[in-house]
């Protein structure tokens, strides 16, 4: 199993996304690297996923919502975002690490994991985040 830890940028290579469809590569954060269960099911890894931004009108439309957290270009440790890019915090998607393709590109500066994590506490306590339990 590889290891990967809370904070670390991971690009998952074919997994079910959260409208039910197949989709190739995309990036999460790891905000849990705990195993557990949830409905009966193993879990070794809890991730919310990043999406970048098209252009600036999409920009100030989805930071509207509160559950949208914006990723600066710098916010990475080891190296930089290419574009614009934000957490969607009212989902996250529970992964098997030995059932799924995935590889490391970098982690999340501290300051930002903080946030991402306040973020998704307060999601949690107002009933607005969404468990994707699919890929496991």
Known sequence: MKMCKLG??????NYIGDDNKQINQHSFIVVSDEKGTIAGLEYSMVTSVISSFKNDEQRQKKLKHEENMELPLNSMNEKNFKKLSYVK???VFYFNKNKIDYYI????KDEYLDELLKLILKLASKGKLSQIIDNL
């Not at 670390?8 to 290579?13: A, C, E, H, R």
């Open 8 to 13: 670390d940028i991971i690009v998952v290579n």
């Open 89 to 91: 915090a009212d989902k």
């Open 105 to 108: 590109i970098a982690s999340l």
